[in-house]
């Protein structure tokens, strides 16, 4: 929109001046509201990161300290002997790493099955698949409790995990699109040297596909590193707790340390932002993928 | 959407080749880790869930048959239930536009062509990435009444900041302004939708003398409200699930005059606190018939406000 200024004919040297001020105003006036909105939505996070370097009485301090003086790096420390923060870490990175097995796992195969093979009925499931999108997952939380209830998985992360391994319909959708945009040119020659359905899907597509792959284990290491109902409810002892679980109750556990709290909720939050750094760029292109679908 | 269902006819199973089934079978095999799961985790618990709605139930002993009595009751005398009602609706009329408004806002912004944008698309972005748990909880140490940097920051500019999370009536805006924080997230949808548009319009519309809030509310708006539309459906949907946010930051019975009992807060209030199943199911199921009602409806008005460039791609 700022190129628009050029497109006025300029008749005098004293009206291209004028266009010339005109967009050094409009881009002083850019940089302005960046800045303001950056700022304004940077402010949470400087927060959150002040006061995990603060001691006690500074966390306390009127008017309220900006930057901390002396910077408490030992609250890192102390986080992981208050509670089992360690711990924490630990049973996130294991619920995560198993989902992000699971989801790979199922989703490629199912995505390859919808994109590439022929079947009678294709269609109708493709389009059913798509419609529990729309259905809240929330209908089914009850039910699925009594199920893992009843097979005796509570209190264990097969609740959290397992379901992976069927596929998110959300990942299979983004996967197959990607997968119908692959030449069949390439299956056609692999068959004629003899390769089998899973030769190609192993050996072409699967490579071919590794953008999408990117977004799945994005997605769900994020989606579950995240996730804070269903650990709540099928998760008790404390020792079995997520990072997210485990903050929750630290919160409610005494008067809270919120220096403590936030330098937890800095190393909650550090993971999921280094993986966004790193996948950026395909993250961004994803989601723009999403937001054309509709 | 319907492009991306429209799949060639393939026909029934006993008109196939030999060859054909094999492949049919392959096929079937392919996809046997979602169909497996559509029905374990979706098809079965839903079905379940629905006759569960007619009992009563506390997952120890058998359930009891109770008819329609969990409906009944719910519609007549659950005062909670009208409550989450209003919380969660009160929520989304003011929320909703805004989350419209400030994405887009926010999309036109991340859609200035100057140096560095690529850093401030990155950082408005960044926030929706917090996991929600963290996001809530360094909200809720910011909206501290006394020594939260809120509302020393509103003291600078001669406000009095009110008891946010404390008091009923400020339990809402703060959790829209916590919302508010990850809007980052449907402003690169936006953002996508505005890159879209093509400059020609633009540069059209400057030779014919239009200024900038024309050619917003003329050429950007219009053209982005397919985006717009989605996002509303989406974010609809989203409200009727939030859940973590109400939790940490309202607290789990609701917070103060139950101010902030989202409807998920009170299901998961009557299933997993109090142990009723069956009235837990019966909430869960009228909250999706008025999700499923309410999504056909922006679906219908969509023709009425929503531009699709369909003449165009006719033409092609």
Not at chain 1, 148 to 157: D, H, P, S, V
Not at chain 2, 257 to 272: E, P
Request: glycine share 8%; net charge positive; with cysteine.
């Amino acid at each position: 929109m700022m190129a628009e200024a050029t497109f006025r004919q300029p008749t005098t040297r004293k009206a291209l001046l004028d266009e010339r001020q005109i967009e050094l105003v409009q881009k002083i006036l850019g940089y302005t509201m960046l800045i303001a909105v950056a700022a304004l939505l940077i402010l949470p996070l400087y927060w959150m990161i002040s006061t995990a370097l603060k001691s006690p009485r500074q966390m306390f301090e009127l008017p309220p300290v900006w930057v901390p003086n002396p910077l408490e790096f030992n609250n890192f420390v102390q986080v992981f002997q208050e509670v089992p923060f360690g711990r924490f870490l630990l049973n996130t990175i294991i619920i995560v790493a198993l989902n992000i097995l699971g989801e790979l796992f199922a989703v490629t195969l199912v995505a390859y099955g919808f994109a590439r093979i022929r079947f009678p009925g294709r269609s109708i499931l493709f389009l059913l698949m798509l419609s529990t999108l729309m259905i809240p997952y929330h209908v089914t939380l009850v039910p699925r409790f009594i199920l893992f209830a009843k097979l005796g998985w509570i209190n264990t992360y097969l609740p959290l995990t397992v379901p992976a391994f069927t596929g998110s319909a959300f990942l299979i959708f983004l996967v197959r699109q990607y997968m119908m945009s692959i030449p069949f040119d390439l299956d056609e020659a692999a068959y004629i040297d003899g390769a089998t359905r899973f030769g190609v899907f192993w050996r072409i597509i699967l490579p071919l596909s590794r953008p999408a792959l990117v977004l799945v284990v994005v997605f769900t290491f994020v989606g579950t590193w995240n996730d804070f109902l269903q650990p709540l409810i099928y998760l008790n002892d404390p020792n079995m707790f997520t990072v997210s679980l485990g903050l929750s109750f630290f919160q409610g556990a005494r008067e809270t340390n919120w220096n403590l709290l936030m330098a937890g909720s800095l190393l909650a939050t550090i993971p999921p932002l280094i993986l966004f750094f790193i996948a950026q760029r395909q993250l961004i292109g994803g989601i723009s993928i999403e937001g054309l679908k509709g | 959407m319907m492009s991306v269902i429209n799949l060639p006819k393939i026909g029934v199973w006993r008109d196939l080749s030999a060859s054909r089934r094999r492949e049919a079978l392959i096929g079937y095999l392919f996809i046997s880790p979602w169909m497996i799961g559509f029905v374990i985790f979706f098809l079965g618990p839903i079905i379940a869930s629905l006759i569960l709605s007619f009992t009563r139930w506390n997952i120890v002993g058998d359930p009891i048959w109770v008819g329609l009595d969990n409906y009944a009751t719910i519609f007549g005398e659950d005062l909670r239930f009208k409550k989450a009602v209003e919380v969660t609706l009160t929520y989304s009329i003011f929320y909703l536009p805004l989350e419209v408004a400030c994405g887009i806002g926010l999309a036109v912004l991340m859609n200035l062509k100057l140096r560095g944008i690529g850093l401030f698309r990155t950082l408005f972005y960044m926030p929706s990435v917090v996991p929600q748990v963290a996001a809530a909880l360094v909200w809720v140490w910011m909206l501290n009444q006394r020594y939260g940097v809120v509302n020393t920051l509103l003291k600078n500019v001669g406000v009095q900041g009110p008891n946010w999370l404390g008091s009923p009536s400020y339990v809402l805006p703060s959790l829209i302004i916590i919302a508010l924080w990850g809007v980052g997230g449907s402003a690169i949808i936006y953002l996508a939708g505005l890159q879209n548009i093509p400059e020609v319009l633009y540069e059209a519309a400057t030779v014919d003398g239009a200024n900038f809030l024309q050619k917003f509310f003329r050429i950007t708006l219009p053209l982005l409200s397919p985006t717009i539309f989605f996002q509303l459906v989406l974010g609809l949907i989203g409200v009727f699930q939030t859940f973590t946010p109400a939790f940490i930051a309202a607290g789990e019975t609701g917070g103060p005059l139950q101010s902030g009992l989202f409807y998920m807060l009170y299901i998961y209030n009557r299933g997993f606190i109090s142990l009723r199943m069956g009235y837990a199911s019966a909430l869960a199921w009228i909250m999706t018939a008025f999700i499923l009602v309410v999504t056909v409806l922006v679906l219908r008005s969509s023709r009425y406000w929503v531009y699709y460039e369909t003449d165009r791609s006719r033409n092609k």
